[in-house]
């Protein structure tokens, strides 16, 4: 299931319903939250949140982009639920894990 899901471009920048994928894979809700979190030790939307916040890790520390540029590129409708979302992920803001990267180089 998981060989299912390449990091693409496009896995960041939409949404991704678990009935969606679900019916993709042929199998149920259930099931495949169930599978998730026997394989990942995550639920499916935190799976997709990390897998999110990780690639903006990587834009904040090697791009110029603004957080909300950022933000939108991973498909967030707005750049507060990225915020909360980033925070709960990483345990800074996105503004302080740049600031710091950045001082390490």
Request: proline share 2%; with cysteine.
């Amino acid at each position: 299931m998981l060989t299912h899901l390449r990091p693409s471009a496009s896995i960041f920048s939409r949404k991704i319903s678990l009935m969606a994928f679900a019916t993709e894979l042929g199998l149920t809700t259930r099931r495949v939250q169930s599978l998730f979190s026997e394989k990942t030790g995550m639920t499916f939307v935190s799976f997709f949140r990390d897998l999110r916040i990780r690639r903006a890790e990587k834009l904040l520390a090697k791009t110029p982009q603004q957080i909300k540029e950022i933000s939108a590129l991973l498909g967030y409708q707005n750049v507060e639920s990225f915020c909360r979302d980033f925070r709960l992920v990483s345990g800074c803001t996105a503004g302080e894990f740049r600031r710091h990267f950045r001082k390490r180089q």
